[in-house]
Each structure stands twice: as structure tokens, then as C-alpha cells.
């Protein structure tokens, strides 16, 4: 039988955002063959959103994989600090701080990083032709899939990486609303940097994501070398921009934080789109997906949806493609919905806050995740994933066989949130 590899002879990637960055890279990467074609595709007068700075332990040896440089150069090279976990600051109840470290604790570690950096990082490792259009339409053919790029003739592709980032609206018959979650907004500030470089190795001081409740909803702090990121997440139908914004000096101000660069107002989705992957167009980053960022579920989500993609479609028969693109597309938006509940969850027992926000975020918006995540509504059982982990965790004891169980992500990640939260 003749591997996908062997037919998958032209492929693009659209977008130049982290997404399609680590696509283009990873094709370079994997493919087997090496008289194959990769077009990246994107348009240089739209913005990425350059917003993805905290991420997961997977993503050091990802990135170790996909440059061949040292972990040391890599963490330089991304202006980075090493994140062993989120540090909440007010949540739950009783409210109080905990960290969610990365296990094993203290060893583990993910990076803050800087989004520029890493797609830059990433094109040094990539060998495609680049193409700077605006892509019009992507249409489904006989194996394979046609680009129209403005100006251009259109194009046939094998495989087509989609990374155009958020889509323009939410519709029910092709996308799944997260409506449990209670934000919907970002206001982005940068800062100057609270861990420095020393001398010519990477800082190996421990860093943490913090994640402080605030009356509007709640604020991360990363530390890059270059800068601080501050962002405060919020509900724009529930809060004004201008009290947001108030709360965000009054936070900075109480921090000493001296001075800060405004650098965006983001509204955003919560929602993943039914059909990831169809044998031939594969949504990935944020036009596949998005939550906001609690976790920092979305860098880590389109290391899996590529991962998933590009390996069955290398090294699975070709005559499998159709069967397999429903297999790793249900197991994508499944996978994906777990990270949401995990995320939407944090909210359930309110912060030390008792404001209009998190009333809301805890007795309207959290309630809703039953029906939201019914089987017969996103057609998975996550519900029933996520029911067993709360089950288990409220067992006296839980026996060795169960610590390795996880929903999106381990046991014991939703045991230190559990505790943290008061639950
Ligand atoms: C407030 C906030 C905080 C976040 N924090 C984190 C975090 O800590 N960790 C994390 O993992 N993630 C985080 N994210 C998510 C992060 O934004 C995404 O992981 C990342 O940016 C992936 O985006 P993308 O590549 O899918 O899309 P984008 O960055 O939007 O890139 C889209 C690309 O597509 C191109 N494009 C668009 N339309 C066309 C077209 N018609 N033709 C050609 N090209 C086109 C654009 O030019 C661009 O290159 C955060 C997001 C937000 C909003």
C-alpha cells in the first residue's frame, strides 16, 4: 500500500502567525521525501496577533526538534524565561494563591517567550516558497484542495495548513461556542523586563505566569528578557473598557510598575470549529481554536493538531486519508473541549472578588458547560471525561492505576487546581 507520504507531493501553509510558523517548520521537518513542494502563504498587511507568550513543557523539545539548535540558544533566541507553572493570586474559595506547576514540580518547564521571535525562529528552519497574497477562497477538489490568492491563478494543493487566525464570525452549524467561559477580551500592555540576562548563558532563575483575579476578571504578568507582558482578560458585555482600564493603572501603579506601552484591545472567540481536518484542509491555531488564555491552551493545541495531521497523513496509506481525517478531527475538537472545561472550571468558586464580573463568571456563565458540552450537541462524550476526573479527585482515595488519567490535561494538574480553588 502506498504511504500518504508518497502523494502529498504539494502543500501550503497559510499564515504567518505561530500557527503556520511551526506548520511550515514541522513539514520541513517530517516530510521523508524531499522533492516535495511547500508554499507559505500569507499577507504581510495583516497583523498576527503576536499575543502567545506562556506555554507548555512539550514545546522546549518541539523546538529543540524542529531548529536542531541547543535548548540553551532556542531560549535566548525567544528573549525567553523558563515557566515552571501559573501562579494564581485570588481565586477560589476561600480565595487564596496557589501555583499550578508543571509536573515533575520545579523540574519541568515550559517557556515565556516572545511570539515575533519564534516565528522568526521558526523560518530559519523552514525551506518553502514564500508568498506574500492575500488568500480569497480555499475550495475542497478530488484529493486535494484549490488556493485563490488575489491577483493570482488559483492553485492545487495535496494538503492545506489553514492558520488564518480568529474567523470573522461564529456560526453553529460549523463551530462550537465555549460559552461557559466568561471572557471574551484582552488589553495587552508591555513593561519593561523584571528578569535580565546575565553573561552569555539563558536565565535559569524560575518564572512563573502569574495570574491575579481582578474585579473585571483577572490579569497575567509574564517576564520575558526584553519586556513584561500584562494582560487584562475580561467581559466587554459585562464590563466598560474604561473601568478595565482604570483597574489595569490601578494594578500597575500599586506594582510599581513605572511606565507601559499600550499595545492592543483584543476581542476574542471562545469556540472550536466542528471540522478541523477534512482530508485535505486542516484548520490549526486560531482559526481551528481558541480559548482565552488561563492556560495558555492554544500554542500547545496547534502543536497537536499539526503533530496529528501531518503524521497520519505521512504515514498512514493514502488510501485511509478520508477515514482518518474524521478519526484525528473528532479527536482534535474533543481534545480541545477538555481544555475547556479544565479552563472554564477555574471560575467555578468565584475570587476574592465579589463583583458584577464574577458573579456572573461563577453562577451564569460556568453553569452552562452541562449543555454546552451535552454528547448530542458536540458529539463526544468529553462530558463524561470531565465528570470522571471531578469524581475521581472526590474519591477518599485514589488508587495508583488512576494518576496517569487525564482529561486534555493529568490528574494531577486538576487536583492542584481543585485544591487552589477550595473545591
Ligand atoms: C490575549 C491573548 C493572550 C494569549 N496568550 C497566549 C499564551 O500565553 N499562550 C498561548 O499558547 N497562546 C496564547 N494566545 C493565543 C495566541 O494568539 C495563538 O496561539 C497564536 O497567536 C496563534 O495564532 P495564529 O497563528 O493561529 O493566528 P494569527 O497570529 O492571527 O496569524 C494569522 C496569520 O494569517 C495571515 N492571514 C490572515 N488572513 C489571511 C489571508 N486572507 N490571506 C493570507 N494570509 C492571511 C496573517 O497575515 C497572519 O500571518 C493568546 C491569545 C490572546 C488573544
Known amino acids: 500500500m502506498e504511504l500518504g507520504s508518497k502523494s502529498l507531493r504539494k502543500v501550503a501553509v497559510i499564515g504567518r502567525g505561530t ?57 535566548r533566541r525567544l528573549k525567553g524565561t523558563r515557566k515552571y507553572g501559573v501562579a494564581f493570586e485570588g481565586w477560589g474559595a476561600p480565595a487564596g494563591d496557589f501555583t499550578h506547576f508543571f509536573l515533575p514540580q520545579r523540574v519541568s518547564y515550559g517557556y515565556h517567550l516572545s511570539a515575533d521571535l519564534l516565528a522568526d525562529l521558526l523560518h530559519e528552519s523552514t525551506r518553502a516558497r514564500h508568498i506574500d497574497a492575500k488568500v480569497l477562497d480555499i475550495t475542497r477538489v478530488e ?24 474567523p470573522r464570525e461564529l456560526h453553529p452549524d460549523r463551530h462550537i461556542e465555549m460559552s461557559f467561559i466568561p471572557t471574551n477580551s484582552a488589553v495587552i500592555r508591555r513593561c519593561p523586563a523584571i528578569v535580565e540576562e546575565e553573561g552569555e548563558g539563558p536565565v535559569q532563575q524560575h518564572t512563573y505566569t502569574r495570574a491575579v483575579a481582578r474585579p473585571h476578571g483577572w490579569i497575567f504578568v509574564i517576564p520575558l528578557t526584553i519586556h513584561t507582558s500584562y494582560g487584562y482578560i475580561f467581559n466587554r458585555h459585562v464590563s466598560g473598557l474604561a473601568e478595565v482600564e482604570a483597574d489595569f493603572d490601578a494594578f500597575l501603579e500599586a506594582g510599581s510598575v513605572p511606565q507601559w506601552e499600550q499595545r492592543a484591545v483584543i476581542p ?55 477515514r482518518d481525517a474524521a478519526t484525528v ?24 472578588h465579589d463583583s458584577e464580573f464574577w458573579r456572573y463568571a461563577r453562577d451564569r456563565a460556568w453553569p452552562r458547560y452541562r449543555q454546552t458540552a451535552d454528547p448530542e450537541a458536540v458529539g463526544c462524550d468529553v462530558l463524561r471525561k470531565f465528570d470522571d476526573m471531578i469524581e475521581l479527585l472526590n474519591r477518599p482515595v485514589i488508587d495508583k492505576a488512576d494518576w496517569i488519567r487525564m482529561c ?16
Open 143 to 166: 484529493g486535494g484542495a484549490l488556493v485563490e490568492c488575489e491577483g493570482m491563478a488559483p492553485e492545487r494543493y495535496d494538503l492545506v495548513f489553514d492558520a488564518r487566525g480568529f
Open 408 to 423: 486534555g490535561v493529568p490528574l494531577t494538574s486538576y487536583a492542584q487546581i481543585s485544591r487552589g480553588l477550595g473545591c
Open 329 to 352: 478531527s473528532r479527536f482534535l475538537v474533543d481534545n480541545v473541549l477538555r481544555y475547556g472545561l479544565f479552563v472554564g472550571w477555574h471560575y467555578s468558586r468565584g475570587s476574592r
Open 19 to 75: 500557527a503556520g510558523s511551526l506548520a511550515a517548520a514541522s513539514v520541513t521537518r517530517l516530510h521523508p521525501e524531499s522533492d516535495y513542494e511547500l508554499h507559505h502563504i500569507y499577507d504581510s498587511r495583516i497583523p498576527v496577533i503576536g499575543v502567545g507568550e506562556g506555554s507548555w513543557p512539550s514545546l522546549v523539545h518541539e523546538l529543540r526538534r524542529l531548529t536542531d539548535l541547543p535548548h540553551e540558544t532556542i531560549q
Open 268 to 322: 476574542f472567540p471562545n469556540f472550536v470549529h466542528r471540522r478541523m481536518y477534512d482530508g485535505a484542509v486542516a484548520r490549526i491555531g486560531n482559526a481551528a481554536a481558541f480559548m482565552e488564555p488561563l492556560e495558555a491552551t492554544a500554542i500547545v493545541s496547534a502543536q497537536l493538531q499539526i503533530g496529528m495531521v501531518l503524521r497520519t497523513r505521512l504515514h498512514r496509506p493514502a488510501k485511509y486519508v478520508e
